[in-house]
């Protein structure tokens, strides 16, 4: 970034989203049409502006004040929708999203697991070049190699995890996934001036690895828990849920160490932050915990 400048991390992302669409298009098969669906365009609308206003909310608020009005005004104004969504949802014929999943063990540990760890990575990964810049004086240049620790650890362990969880079950893939994060996030909390480099390449690779191994394994569970013909839609929640943990935990992680550096970015204000990040990362592990696996070698009941 450095030599090119900002504007080539985009251009090279370009060409491989094309050559995504060109592959989905030839790989991926049409779905049946369905004649007697009906559009849920009031709880569409109310699920899109209670979401929108309440990330916008969140992710204005350090912006402009959490008691400001108008952060105050879309925080509740989202509430609001999302109330009228939840009461529209119980009326309509074909509801877009089904409230029984919300019962269902199988969909809701893994979603709101993989939210929090979500919340943990994603925060993590905002503060980690922060703390090797402020806290142990790293250059941009030694930032970028040091923190491609995450995304290739995520990238190798992944597919692999996904082969082992066929072997062990969603359950304890979920939960060594939930303690990895966790552990990565109690290793930043020690990262100090002078720190050793292996530690901070620990802590980055076992954040990529965690998520890694959890996610494959949360995103089967709630694919054999629905229906085949609600794929489409389990899958979508999940990842909206994804993204606002990712949101939530950028937010929340930045104003807790902005709060706590006394107007100096220090180890303790990082470290503090990371702690938060540490106790939800447990939760998530702990939600993991509460999962079933899928029986294998037994036809999937949909």
């Known amino acids: 970034m450095e030599a090119f400048g900002w504007r080539i991390i985009f251009a090279v992302q370009a060409p491989l989203c094309v050559l995504g669409v060109i592959i989905a298009v030839w790989l ?9 669906v009906h559009f849920d365009v009031a709880g569409s609308v109310t699920l899109g502006l ?18 400001s009005p108008l952060t105050v005004g879309l925080l509740c104004a989202s509430v609001v929708s999302l109330v009228l969504f939840v009461r529209i949802e119980k009326r309509v014929r074909d509801p877009l999203l089904p409230l029984h999943w919300l019962r269902t063990r199988n969909v809701a540990y893994p979603v709101m697991s993989q939210t929090l760890a979500n919340f ?17 004086e790293f250059d941009t240049s030694k930032i970028s190699f040091v923190v491609i620790a995450r995304p290739l650890t995520f990238a190798l362990v992944a597919p692999l995890a996904s082969l082992i969880t066929i072997r062990v079950g969603e359950r304890a893939m979920g939960i060594v996934g939930g303690f990895c994060v966790t552990m990565s996030m109690f290793l930043f909390t020690m990262v100090d001036f002078g720190s050793n480099l292996l530690m901070v390449l620990l802590a980055l690779g076992l954040s990529g690895a965690g998520i890694g191994i959890a996610s494959p394994a949360m995103t089967s569970l709630v694919a054999n828990a629905v229906d085949e013909r609600d794929l489409g839609v389990a899958g979508a929640m ?3 849920m994804t993204q606002m943990g990712a949101v939530f935990g950028s937010v929340v992680m930045t104003t807790v160490q902005q709060a706590s550096s006394n107007g100096e970015s220090t180890a303790s204000s990082f470290a503090a932050a990371f702690y938060v990040a540490m106790g939800v990362a447990v939760v998530a592990m702990i939600l993991s915990s509460r999962v079933t696996s899928t029986p294998r070698g037994e036809p999937t009941i949909r």
Do not use: H, I
């Open 28 to 36: 991926l098969p049409d779905t049946e049409r369905s004649t007697d």
């Open 50 to 67: 209670g979401a929108s206003m309440l990330l916008a909310g969140v992710n204005q608020g350090p912006k402009w004040g959490w008691s």
């Open 120 to 136: 943990a990575y994603m925060g993590g990964f905002l503060l980690a070049p922060l703390v090797l810049r402020e806290v142990m």
């Open 238 to 240: 999940q990842q909206l």
